[in-house]
Nanobody, 120 residues
Framework: QVQLVESGGGLVQPGGSLRLSCAAS????????MGWYRQAPGNQRELVAI???????NYAGSVKGRFTIERDNGKNTVYLQMNSLKPDDTAVYYC??????????????WGQGTQVTVSS
């Protein structure tokens, strides 16, 4: 069974930084895509950033230049470094992966979410 465990959320002042982590565990063959989404109260869940297994990345326009997504394929872990945080970045951040388990088909998996609050 595949599990995603997130960590790193919290309260930070505007202009501050946070680093989120998401580790996938279980019987895993490969993880073609890893990414982060976020959902603020009253809003739809939106893409923040994704990274493919070869390292190519894609960012939402609102975070480009401030956030950096990275992955450690040996640890099946994806990171989101968030700098110059703004109050508008306040949301629950969710890890999302497209993953192929051993002996199974490609599936889409979500983490439990971690709260990020940017406030003075």
């Amino acid at each position: 069974q595949v599990q995603l465990v997130e960590s790193g959320g919290g309260l930070v002042q505007p202009g501050g930084s946070l680093r989120l982590s998401c580790a996938a565990s279980g019987s895993i063959s490969s993880i073609p895509v890893m990414g982060w989404y976020r959902q603020a109260p009253g809003n739809q869940r939106e893409l923040v950033a994704i990274i493919k297994s070869a390292g190519s990345t894609n960012y939402a326009g609102s975070v480009k230049g401030r956030f950096t997504i990275e992955r450690d394929n040996g640890k099946n872990t994806v990171y989101l470094q968030m700098n110059s945080l703004k109050p508008d970045d306040t949301a629950v951040y969710y890890c999302n992966v497209f993953l192929i388990p051993l002996g199974g088909p490609l599936g889409n998996y979500w983490g439990q979410g971690t709260q990020v609050t940017v406030s003075s």
